[in-house]
């Protein structure tokens, strides 16, 4: 990568990294102020929500020092890639807990709430991330290049093989999931379609329910397609690179794929606050509170200002007056 290419990277990623920290940050206030925590659909989405913020806090700031190519130690550099693939395996198996959640909202809709706890709904979101930190590590433990040197410039494919990516990211942690919450997503659509048509039940509460469900997994569903769409260019081109022998993919083909992996953890705060009721709620609140902030500190401002003028008219109308007694005063009388 040239100079002037780094430098655009590099400006990318900064501005994805900073949309993405105060995106998901309001993202998560919006949820703990609205007092959305207590559903586990929720719990779920502000651990996603927490997964994108890393990837701008953290995960950003580690591919850039990984794409310049510090110095570094081997073992300190393959913990710095797996920081990486962490939070790409901690997104999709929250992603698939998400669906599971909803799938259970609509399949078992009288005894959802005394199965899926807040309680066992936080056990789970901790599954997630513990099981993502074990299976991003395994490399540390052997499957990894050989490099046979303590000291190494920390590139990502310098410590990492193409075959630990494609094999056990893509084909075993990434493509099953994604095709258990299509298929899901599919059951959930078709029986809240079903149930809409049917009206089971009390009519005006049974739609409500089933319409309400139906939204909400179609916003889902939105965030699962921008992460597939941002996430398989980039190992499409892996594994052209691991069986393209005679196929070259340039670097800055690369580049392009991962800054568009990060960006997916920008985009979907955006989806949240436009497509999820609760959280655009909570986010129009935060917006008329900063509005009308601004506007009582401004008047505040205007009636300060008003008030010193008033003062200083009031001085200077004191000094006129005092004046002219004085001069009259001292002015002899005219006879």
């Given at each position: 990568?040239g100079p002037?290419?780094?430098?655009i990277?590099?400006?990318f990623?900064?501005?994805?990294?900073?949309?993405?920290?105060?995106?998901?940050?309001?993202?998560?206030w919006?949820v703990w102020?609205c007092?959305a925590?207590?559903q586990?659909?929720f719990?779920?989405?502000v651990?996603l929500?927490?997964?994108?913020?890393?990837?701008?806090?953290?995960?950003?700031p580690v591919s850039?020092?990984?794409?310049i190519?510090i110095?570094?130690?081997f073992?300190g550099?393959?913990?710095?890639c797996?920081v990486i693939?962490?939070?790409?395996?901690?997104?999709?198996?929250?992603l698939?807990a998400?669906a599971?959640?909803?799938?259970?909202?609509?399949r078992?809709p009288?005894?959802y709430?005394?199965?899926v706890s807040k309680k066992r709904?936080?056990?789970?979101?901790a599954?997630?991330w513990?099981?993502?930190?074990?299976?991003?590590?395994i490399?540390?433990?052997?499957?990894h290049?050989?490099?046979?040197?303590?000291?190494?410039?920390?590139?990502f494919?310098n410590?990492?093989s193409y075959?630990y990516?494609?094999?056990f990211i893509f084909?075993s942690?990434?493509l099953?999931?994604l095709a258990?919450v299509?298929?899901?997503y599919?059951?959930?659509?078709?029986?809240?379609?079903?149930q809409?048509?049917?009206?089971?039940?009390?009519a005006?509460?049974?739609s409500t329910?089933?319409q309400?469900?139906?939204?909400?997994?179609?916003?889902l569903?939105?965030?699962l397609?921008?992460?597939v769409?941002?996430?398989?260019?980039l190992?499409?081109?892996?594994?052209?690179r691991l069986y393209?022998?005679n196929i070259?993919?340039?670097t800055?083909?690369?580049d392009?794929?991962?800054?568009?992996s990060?960006?997916?953890?920008a985009?979907n705060?955006?989806?949240?606050?436009?497509?999820?009721?609760?959280?655009?709620?909570?986010c129009k609140?935060l917006?008329r509170?900063?509005?009308?902030?601004r506007?009582?500190q401004s008047g505040q401002?205007e009636?300060?200002?008003?008030?010193?003028r008033n003062?200083i008219?009031?001085?200077?109308?004191?000094t006129k007056y005092n004046?002219t007694?004085n001069?009259s005063?001292?002015?002899?009388p005219?006879?």
């Amino acid at each position: 990568m040239g100079p002037g290419t780094l430098w655009i990277f590099l400006t990318f990623e900064m501005i994805i990294a900073v949309t993405c920290c105060l995106g998901n940050a309001l993202v998560i206030w919006a949820v703990w102020t609205c007092g959305a925590l207590s559903q586990p659909t929720f719990c779920f989405i502000v651990s996603l929500a927490v997964a994108d913020f890393l990837v701008g806090s953290v995960v950003i700031p580690v591919s850039v020092l990984v794409d310049i190519g510090i110095n570094t130690s081997f073992h300190g550099c393959l913990f710095m890639c797996g920081v990486i693939i962490m939070l790409q395996v901690a997104s999709v198996a929250l992603l698939l807990a998400i669906a599971v959640d909803r799938f259970l909202r609509v399949r078992i809709p009288l005894t959802y709430r005394s199965t899926v706890s807040k309680k066992r709904s936080w056990i789970v979101v901790a599954l997630c991330w513990v099981t993502a930190a074990l299976l991003s590590f395994i490399s540390i433990f052997g499957w990894h290049r050989s490099l046979g040197a303590d000291s190494t410039e920390c590139r990502f494919f310098n410590v990492i093989s193409y075959s630990y990516v494609v094999y056990f990211i893509f084909f075993s942690l990434y493509l099953p999931p994604l095709a258990i919450v299509t298929g899901l997503y599919c059951y959930i659509f078709l029986t809240t379609r079903r149930q809409l048509r049917a009206n089971i039940g009390v009519a005006a509460m049974s739609s409500t329910y089933y319409q309400r469900e139906h939204r909400l997994a179609a916003s889902l569903v939105l965030v699962l397609v921008l992460f597939v769409v941002c996430w398989l260019p980039l190992f499409l081109m892996f594994i052209v690179r691991l069986y393209g022998h005679n196929i070259t993919v340039p670097t800055v083909a690369i580049d392009i794929g991962v800054v568009l992996s990060h960006a997916n953890s920008a985009v979907n705060p955006i989806v949240y606050a436009f497509k999820i009721p609760k959280i655009k709620e909570a986010c129009k609140k935060l917006w008329r509170r900063v509005c009308h902030d601004r506007e009582q500190q401004s008047g505040q401002r205007e009636t300060q200002n008003n008030t010193d003028r008033n003062m200083i008219f009031t001085e200077n109308t004191g000094t006129k007056y005092n004046s002219t007694e004085n001069r009259s005063a001292t002015q002899p009388p005219v006879l």
